[in-house]
């Protein structure tokens, strides 16, 4: 015979307050499922670089090892999301079709920081319905610098340096806040050139995937200058 | 989750409702907690509706004096016990006369004080004169009620300048609206509170009355682990607004309050004075 859950319930709702608020969690579906990953953007005078790792996984399993995880909106700025994956892919469609109605409607493409604002509008748009992603936008801003927006779930954001979301992100963040600030540095040596952080960069991603079981298999760089986009692919472990 | 409650609709008397329709509604799903930046400490599990269960963890305070109001931030966003930001900008300027500061929810709080900008200024345009502080805040607050139980999270501070003076307003997404000369928000603000109460007078000039922010909310970062970062001073006159300080290291000032104290260290670590 089967009892209604809420039948149940309802006997414990009287006796113990602290159980009242117990829902049949266990039988709902949910609509969300975390596909992890990590990723990362860097800004310098002149270029943003992005990186994310190419593993989906859902739980336990490796549903694919060469999922992109960055999605090129403009010719100036990058979206790179961890979380949910079929967020991601909704999310990226619609910004892409509402910038591309903005380059028919305007004659020219949008600036980072406006894709930065419609984004963030987007995201609080389903506040209370959010999409499980965690987004950072790395672009080049009017003067061709580098520059970079770290978003939550529902849409705040904050032009910041460099930005790290994903399941590695607590491992990875503080190493950048190391490397590249300079915390907890007596002799603050910051890198300068393309290609030390670059190096710094997938030193971070090696080390997120040894100690990550939701990061690896490869990780994808690209790399945005006033001249172009450039696309570096790197293996990682993939156990 | 949302409950989902008739009576608030007017509809009690002719909607009853039965038990069956538990079961056959669709519950809105709810989102994985952790997902949120908020201004906040650790969040509290008490199960149920994990939305409204913030407490908002900062500190922001602010203060009217002869010279206008200052306000006084700190900039340390978590998500969970994971610090998201260490250099979020915590006081919104919201236009050339009025600010607003952050509590709680970081988007919550961007969003609607960005609302509350486009409102002002399209008000200015159909009418010809500026929103006054009082009913800038009054419309904040309108919007907060409507949204009541729904899960924002906000606990902000509404300050500016208009043709009667500079005033500040404490709105919180319960729907208060407060007027008052002396407010600080957040898990930190019982320290602001102490250092603010102990030294606050309403004729301080605008140095004293910095210094007084900054020591507040350097007390408060020393002492409550969800504040931290960076303190920003912004100061508010009958010209609008000015950017006091953009972002003062509180490690820094503890070294400079120490060396003040005549406590030395081994390293040189208080270099310069910091304000």
Redesign the interface.
Same mark, same amino acid.
């Not at chain 2, 929810?105 to 969003?111: I, L, N, S």
């Given at each position: 015979m089967y009892i209604?859950v809420?039948?149940m319930l309802k006997h414990f709702k009287q006796d113990a307050p602290?159980m009242?608020?117990?829902?049949h969690k266990s039988d709902?579906?949910?609509?969300?499922h975390?596909n992890s990953g990590t990723v990362l953007a860097v800004g310098i005078p002149g270029a943003v670089i992005v990186a994310g790792d190419t593993r989906l996984s859902n739980g336990y399993n490796i549903l694919s090892r060469d999922a992109t995880k960055l999605s090129q909106l403009t010719d100036k700025c990058v979206l790179a999301t961890a979380g949910q994956y079929a967020d991601f892919i909704a999310l990226r469609k619609f910004l892409q079709q509402r910038l591309q109605l903005y380059e028919f409607q305007n004659e020219v493409q949008a600036s980072t920081e406006t894709v930065a604002h419609l984004l963030?509008?987007e995201?609080?748009s389903r506040?209370? /319905?959010?999409y &499980?992603t /965690?987004n950072l936008l790395a672009g080049l801003d009017e003067n061709n610098h580098g520059v970079v927006y770290?978003y939550?779930?529902?849409?705040? &954001?904050?032009q910041?340096t460099y930005g790290v979301q994903g399941s590695g992100?607590?491992l990875v963040v503080a190493v950048l806040d190391n490397q590249l600030k300079g915390y907890n540095k007596i002799n603050k040596t910051i890198p300068q050139t393309r290609e030390e952080i670059l190096d710094i960069i997938l030193d971070c991603f090696s080390c997120a995937a040894e100690r990550d079981i939701h990061t690896g298999d490869n990780v994808e760089i690209l790399i945005i200058t006033a001249a172009g986009t450039e696309r570096i692919v790197k293996p990682l472990r993939k156990d | 989750?949302?409950d989902f409650d008739p009576s608030t609709f007017g509809l009690a008397h002719t909607y009853q409702k039965e038990?069956k329709d538990?079961?056959n509604t669709l519950?809105?799903?709810s989102?994985?907690q952790v997902?949120?930046?908020t201004l906040n400490g650790p969040t509290q599990v008490?199960?149920?509706?994990k939305l409204t269960n913030f407490k908002h963890g900062t500190t922001t305070l602010g203060f009217v004096f002869k010279e206008g109001i200052l306000l006084a931030v700190d900039s340390r966003a978590s998500?969970g016990s /994971?610090l998201?930001?260490e250099?979020?900008?915590k006081v919104i300027e919201i236009n050339e006369y009025l600010l607003g500061t952050m509590a709680g929810?970081?988007?919550?709080?961007? &969003?609607w004080l960005a609302y509350l900008a486009n409102h002002c200024r399209t008000y200015e345009l159909k009418n010809g004169s500026k929103l006054s502080v009082a009913a800038a805040s009054k419309f904040l607050q309108g919007i907060l009620i409507g949204y009541r139980n729904?899960?924002?999270s906000m606990g902000c501070m509404i300050a500016g300048t208009d043709t009667t003076g500079q005033h500040l307003y404490y709105i919180d997404n319960d729907g208060m609206r407060l007027k008052g000369d002396i407010f600080s928000v957040g898990s930190g603000s019982t320290y602001a509170y102490g250092v603010l109460d102990n030294h606050y007078r309403y004729d301080l000039s605008l140095n004293e009355a910095v210094e007084l922010g900054i020591r507040a909310i350097y007390h408060a970062t020393h002492r409550d682990t969800a504040s931290g970062g960076v303190v920003r001073v912004y100061h508010i006159h009958k010209d609008g607004w000015t950017k006091v300080h953009d972002g003062i290291d509180v490690v820094d000032l503890h070294y400079q309050f120490a060396q003040q104290k005549g406590l030395v260290g081994d390293g040189d670590e208080a270099k310069q004075r910091l304000f």
């Open positions: 209604p809420n039948d602290a009242a608020n117990i829902t709902q579906w949910s609509p969300y975390d963030s509008r995201l609080y506040r209370f /319905f959010p &499980y /965690f770290g939550d779930a529902i849409g705040s &954001y904050d910041m992100q607590e | 989750m949302i038990d538990e079961i519950a809105l799903p989102a994985p997902i949120y930046r008490n199960g149920g509706n998500m /994971f998201s930001s250099q979020v900008r929810g970081a988007a919550d709080c961007q &969003y729904s899960g924002l």
